[in-house]
């Protein structure tokens, strides 16, 4: 029979399934908190992999149209060196992403602990449940414990009482099949974890492979060079009279502007128009966010002095930064600007200078030229094409603010 007081068993039971629901529901929702922040890490690392592989793939085809020439250089020095760094940081990257699988799969195997003994739990709970259920299933004995009451009140307590009874196996049962089902998928996504490590380890290996065999053709590079010292030494010599050519002609440029500038302030009281002072504030503003003189491509030199890359004794310094790309690949303007010269460097084919306002952009070693002294141009305009020249296709650029040369690295987004 049941017990007279039973509403005490009721509410002690539903304490413990809530109690229960609660440590379930924490489990879950413990679950997709590291699952949504354990995506995001692996999100991460995945996109800085296809950027650097993109990168990697952009760079084979530069080595592959400066080996056409048949002989090393420079370019594929440099080239190799930046591939070089990219396949490192690559092979960390993949490391980084197998470390955070490592963690993963330690979560998972201790979520997937904590569902297996709070299943079996839950199934002990029910079988004692069904067991009671079971000693009064009896509808007979049921009809008689409610006429049993002393009065209505009682009667209708205990009717509740057979009612959220039945209720509480109800959601008990549920509960056990929410918990089998997660399980389930812990389980599942488990073994999709190990073999993804296992593909991981596999990709590592291939990376390092590679740069091994990379690190070897480098040197092989370098040797070579090496045995050219002569001949690199006059390629420089050679390179630093087209850009002493280069500057004193930008300075000539630049001194007629100011000449220019003296009369137009002597007449209206303004050394720069509105419009070009406008201009040259629009530049100014937009440090570091200008586009590429390139649509794709790899800086071979950077500004400033710093050691040649074979002759350790030799300092180079270069006014601007060197761009190797594909053959083909046209020159363009980083901003809206004005052509103010198109001159002829020998040796070194010509070079287009867009003023800014007070700013120059310099654009030097192109074949073909689109424009002409005094056309107006937009940002990412196409100038001219740029030459290619011993299997290699350089472009090099340079930035002025009056007689001073600028950092390009500083003004061009993205410089790695």
Not at 16 to 24: D, I, P, T, W, Y
Not at 138 to 160: G, H, V
Not at 302 to 319: D, F, I, Q, S, T
């Amino acid at each position: 029979m049941f017990p007279r007081k039973c509403h005490l068993p009721y509410h002690q039971n539903m304490r413990s399934l809530n109690f229960k629901l609660v440590a379930f529901f924490f489990i879950l929702l413990t679950i997709g908190a590291v699952n949504s922040l354990s995506s995001q890490s692996r999100k991460e690392l995945e996109n800085k992999k296809k950027l650097l592989s993109k990168d990697i793939e952009y760079k084979n085809k530069l080595l592959e149209e400066t080996k056409k020439n048949q002989k090393s250089s420079l370019n594929e020095l440099v080239i190799l060196k930046k591939k070089i760094n990219e396949r490192e940081q690559l092979i960390n990257t993949i490391n980084n992403e197998i470390r955070f699988l490592d963690g993963e799969i330690k979560t998972t195997n201790s979520l997937i602990g904590s569902l297996e003994k709070e299943l079996q739990k839950q199934k002990n709970e029910f079988a004692k449940l069904i067991y009671a259920a079971f000693k009064t299933r009896n509808n007979y004995e049921k009809i008689i414990y409610i006429f049993a009451s002393a009065d209505l009140n009682q009667a209708y307590r205990r009717m509740k009482y057979m009612q959220q009874y039945a209720d509480y196996r109800r959601h008990q049962a549920d509960v056990i099949l929410k918990t089998h089902k997660e399980l389930a998928d812990k389980t599942m996504a488990l073994e999709k974890q190990k073999l993804d490590k296992k593909q991981l380890l596999n990709e590592e290996q291939n990376e390092r492979s590679s740069l091994a065999v990379e690190k070897g053709l480098q040197q092989n590079v370098f040797n070579s060079l090496k045995q050219k010292e002569t001949q690199l030494k006059q390629e420089l010599k050679q390179k630093q009279k087209e850009a002493e050519q280069l500057t004193k002609a930008i300075k000539k440029i630049i001194q007629e502007e100011l000449k220019r500038q003296a009369e137009e302030k002597k007449r209206s009281g303004f050394a720069l128009t509105p419009e070009a002072r406008a201009l040259s504030e629009n530049f100014a503003n937009n440090q570091g966010k200008l586009p590429w003189p390139i649509e794709n491509g790899v800086i071979t030199e950077k500004y400033g002095e710093h050691a040649h890359p074979v002759l350790r004794e030799v300092k180079v310094n270069n006014n601007g930064v060197n761009f190797n790309t594909k053959s083909g690949t046209p020159a363009r303007a980083v901003f809206d600007g004005i052509v103010s010269r198109v001159i002829v460097i020998p040796g070194a084919g010509k070079a287009v200078i867009l003023r800014h306002g007070e700013y120059l952009t310099v654009y030097m070693n192109l074949a073909d030229v689109f424009v002409k002294m005094n056309d107006t141009v937009e940002t990412k305009q196409s100038i001219g094409n740029i030459i290619t020249d011993a299997g290699k296709t350089d472009l090099h650029f340079e930035v002025w603010k009056g007689q001073v040369t600028l950092n390009p690295s500083q003004w061009l987004y993205n410089i790695k």
